[in-house]
Nanobody, 126 residues
């Protein structure tokens, strides 16, 4: 499975961006896709996840109510709509995938995922 993330950029605080992650290669019906981010000098951080044929989306508390994860299963694509962006959202955002359904706890752990995209940089200016 190959993942290609795009959609990052430079925006002012309060504005929006939509990240896109396209999966290609061997993709099954039941899989989980997630978004993680890493800001300069900080640890890798869970952002959001969604499972196909499974439970609903899951969000980090820091983005809940502002970010929405969704997907188009037919196109093997997952989106991250980011609204009301804040300077603290500045980071490289990575999409990740696992060809399996996962629990809420598992979806928040980066080491549970098998495939990763290359990352896309989001910069939010104040």
């Amino acid at each position: 499975v190959q993942l290609q993330a795009s959609g990052g950029g430079l925006v002012q605080a309060g504005n929006s961006l939509r990240l896109v992650c396209v999966a290609s290669g061997r993709v099954f019906t039941n899989y989980t896709m997630g978004w993680f981010r890493q800001a300069p000098g900080k640890e890798h951080e869970f952002v959001a996840a969604i499972s196909w044929s499974g439970s609903g989306p899951d969000y980090a508390d820091s983005v809940k109510g502002r970010f929405t994860i969704s997907g188009d299963n037919a196109k093997n694509t997952v989106f991250l709509q980011m609204n009301n962006l804040k300077p603290e959202d500045t980071a490289v955002y990575y999409c990740a995938a696992k060809i399996a359904l996962m629990s809420t706890i598992q979806r928040r752990r980066g080491n549970e995922y098998d495939y990763w995209g290359q990352g896309t940089l989001v910069t939010v200016s104040s």
